[in-house]
């Protein structure tokens, strides 16, 4: 029976990039992906690589830094290898702040101010009577990225099963020993779980990991420069592709495994939409989907070993799996490899779930 020295539960973005970090230290390794792999919460997601704090809990902000300084030459490698243009956007975010936002937050105008005037900067956007601020953040496709990085997976002789959902880890003498499915079991030393959403589903350990549904819609922008930056206000944020096409998202929704999209909650976003740049009444509905992302108790991560040696988690990024997933990929090949991760790991661990 052939045998892997790590497999990794779960195909989305998180689980391909460990894959890859793990080649690089000589591991072999295989994916076990429930449906195809990159079509969960990865496809999903608006990528927007936001490492400001505006909504983000303090304790993860060492590590969307890192990530966000490490996206440029991600993203580079992953291209070369894969030979697919991942739409990595520099222009920055144009960000919107209410007046609580700002009463919690002060001096973040003067700090943050536009580098031009808004009107220039983003000439289809409506008067919105809130101050703007500039953030210097990326955006990136998820989908491309996804897309890159599972064929420089396979280039990297990264195995992958998929269309089989896992539903043990296998344990010898109180260790993990592989994975089993319906059909088969893989063997392997050492098992990651990146399952996202669906990671508490798998024994010996009941993560307290939820879905938490989001809609989105894409449109059809009048022109590939209608918008430059992202653009967050409090009722919608849109995101900008190369291609001209114009995200608009997205909702927070405790609904369960439920995908399905609502026509009136999708309407809903395109009015906001519109109303924050009216040329978008003209632009053409492409596409509206939902994702489930992985929420935890506390919104944070959870990363690190479990009490069973040889099983490890890597879930629950919520809502910056997109931005976290590099140095998620980095400090995850460390714990994996018994190394020592170069951040602290602790304030994510399973222990504080009692797992």
């Not at 953030?135 to 195995?159: G, Y």
């Not at 993990?176 to 088969?184: H, M, N, R, S």
């Not at 938490?212 to 992202?230: I, P, Y």
Request: contains cysteine.
């Amino acid at each position: 029976m052939k045998t892997w020295d790590v497999i990794i539960v779960g195909g989305g973005i998180i689980g391909l990039s460990l894959s890859i970090a793990l080649r690089k230290r000589g591991a072999t390794v295989l994916i076990v992906e429930r449906g195809e792999p990159g079509r969960e919460a990865s496809h999903a997601a608006a990528g927007m690589l936001a490492d400001f704090p505006l909504e983000m809990p303090s304790q993860l902000q060492s590590l969307a830094t890192a990530s966000a300084r490490m996206y440029p030459e991600f993203v580079h490698e992953l291209q070369d290898e894969s030979g697919i243009k991942v739409d990595l956007r520099d222009q920055g975010t144009i960000f919107f702040a209410t007046p609580d936002y700002l009463r919690e937050h002060p001096g973040l105008a003067t700090d943050c101010p536009l580098p031009l005037p808004l009107d220039e900067l983003e000439p289809a956007l409506a008067q919105v009577n809130l101050p703007a601020i500039y953030l210097k953040e990326r955006s990136v496709d998820p989908r491309a990225l996804t897309a890159a990085a599972l064929k420089a997976a396979r280039h990297r002789d990264v195995d992958i099963s998929s269309g089989t959902a896992v539903t043990e880890v296998l344990l010898a003498s109180g260790r993990a020993t592989g994975v089993g499915t319906g059909q088969t079991r893989y063997c392997a030393p050492v098992v990651v779980n990146c399952a996202g959403a669906w990671a508490g589903q798998l024994p010996p350990h009941q993560f307290p990991t939820r879905p938490v549904k989001g809609q989105m819609l894409s449109l059809a922008g009048t022109s590939r420069d209608l918008l430059r930056h992202v653009i967050r206000a409090p009722e919608i944020y849109l995101v900008p592709r190369s291609d001209g096409r114009i995200l608009a998202g997205a909702t927070v929704e405790e609904a369960g495994y439920d995908k399905r999209t609502d026509a009136d909650t999708i309407q809903r976003m395109h009015r906001a939409a519109v109303r924050l740049a009216p040329a978008l009444a003209q632009a053409r509905m492409l596409e509206a989907w939902a994702g489930l992302r992985p929420g935890s108790p506390d919104n944070l991560p959870i990363l690190g070993a479990t009490r069973t040696p040889g099983y490890f988690v890597a879930t629950s990024h919520f809502r910056d799996g997109i931005l976290l997933t590099p140095i998620t990929a980095q400090v995850m090949a460390q714990t994996v490899t018994g190394g020592t991760p170069d951040y602290d790991l602790s304030a994510f661990s399973p222990a504080r779930f009692a797992i």
